[in-house]
């Protein structure tokens, strides 16, 4: 069964894709049609700490995006791993190379333990997951030789909470 942060990301995207297909329809050819794809690495942002994002551009105004972050540690008896799978989506407002944007998706998190063994079949392992989703305007600086620049504040929403977040990001298109 699907959760309220998956239905709130497909609302999201039903509505932003129609909005800019009706904006391209008017539009001129630019850096995001001629290079539109980008991978970059975002410090703090939607995974708290670092993402590793790849977005596809969809004509010049929308960009459907991912990313993976993983923290862990541990030591030879325990160790712990979280990881952060961002996917959602751009609506940028003009056409420009430095653009400014509106973004908004779901995280989905898997924390895994492992513990143990200490004795004989004392050996522990358990994954969960979970989600919360994100909001957020930026502003995107994209060059002509591939560089890409972004900034963004981001409302991470989780059950009735929601916080703002920092992300700063630096990349190549192509």
Known sequence: MLGPRVYF?????AFVVPVAMAVEAGASAGI?????????????????????NFQRMIGNYVGLETGVSALGGGISEANALLVFVPVGAKLYLMPQDGAVYLTGGVVFINASVHVGPFEEGDEVDHSEWGT?????????????SGLLFRGTAYGLIADGGFFIWPGLSIGYTF
């Open 9 to 13: 990301f497909l609302i999201l995207v």
């Open 32 to 52: 995001r049609e001629a290079l539109p794809n980008d991978i970059s690495i975002e410090a703090a942002g939607r995974s708290i700490v670092y993402t590793f």
């Open 132 to 144: 919360y989703n994100y909001v957020g305007l930026g502003m995107e600086y994209r060059s002509s």
